[in-house]
């Protein structure tokens, strides 16, 4: 039973416009759904990824409107970090961000490090895993040079030997001393795999607000759930049991050292709800919450499909 690394990331916006901007428009990666917190009916649940919605790319966000920016503390992941497939990926993405008014840095290992516009850490790096490149079609960004999910996180422990023994002894992840990014902890499974990396923790306590990550997803599937809700109820550690997300199943827990985990199924997937050419193009609602749909509608800034002008665009130059 092994966890296929990282199947989604959570963090925190205020301005869902300026968010969807930047992720659709300079990342270039797609919206695979726009719904909202089921926790928090009020509030807007944002999903990028790749072209086909599958797990291992989905970057989503909770909007809260106008909220402060946040800050990085002990037990709060800081950074996301990306796969793209070649050097000549960095150079290209070094020239766009540039051109849209984003700082970048060059790291000591190849490595691209830079900001979204609420002060979220994103790196990219070569990929060297072989595992399938998830890849969103984009007008301006070739598909050899975009963005191809993910290659893991870096996160602030608060108690860095009790999050290693959850990740070794009760998760399967293999420690490893990595050359450009240090020691991590991957955990790999049949599809793919991804890895978590601890730094020393600012003085600073952390603040969870916008530009910040509140939980990252680790991959299983409906026929391991079971198991490891049992695996984890067992070791003691306090857990949500068994959540129904509609677009997958989970389990949510809070490792030793601070950070929220969550076990995501790949089953069954946003396309539950229809076909894959019409991910992100509406406001899409689990059944629970769809007698609300007019109320909940009414509280939410409209946002439209950010493909929309694409079509437009193609038929002018046609």
Known sequence: MKLDGLHHITAITGDAPRNVDFYTRVLGLRMTAKTVNQDDPTVYHLFYGDENAQPGADLTFFEYPGAMRGRPGAGMVHRVVWRVASSEAIDFWVARLGDDGVETQRLDGGGLLFADPEGLDHELVVDDSGDEPLIAEHPEIAAALALQGFEGVRA????????????????????????????????????????????????????????????????????????????????????????????????YFREPGGVLYELATREPGFTVDGPVQGLGTKLILPPFLEPRREQIAARLTPLPDPRASWKAAAESQS
Not at 163 to 172: C, K
Not at 175 to 187: A, C, I, K, V
Not at 204 to 232: F, K, L, Y
């Open 156 to 251: 602030y422990s608060a108690h860095p030997a009790g999050s290693a023994l959850v990740l070794e002894q009760l998760m399967g992840a293999t420690r490893r001393e990595d050359e450009d990014e240090g020691e991590t902890f991957e955990l790999r499974g049949e599809r793919r795999g991804g890895w978590i990396a601890w730094d020393p923790a600012p003085d600073a306590p952390g603040r969870q607000s916008a530009g910040t990550v509140h939980h990252i997803a680790w991959g299983t599937t409906d026929a391991d759930m079971q198991s490891w809700i049992d695996r984890v109820t067992n070791a003691g550690i306090p857990n949500s049991g068994y959540v129904d997300r509609h677009y997958f199943h989970s389990l």
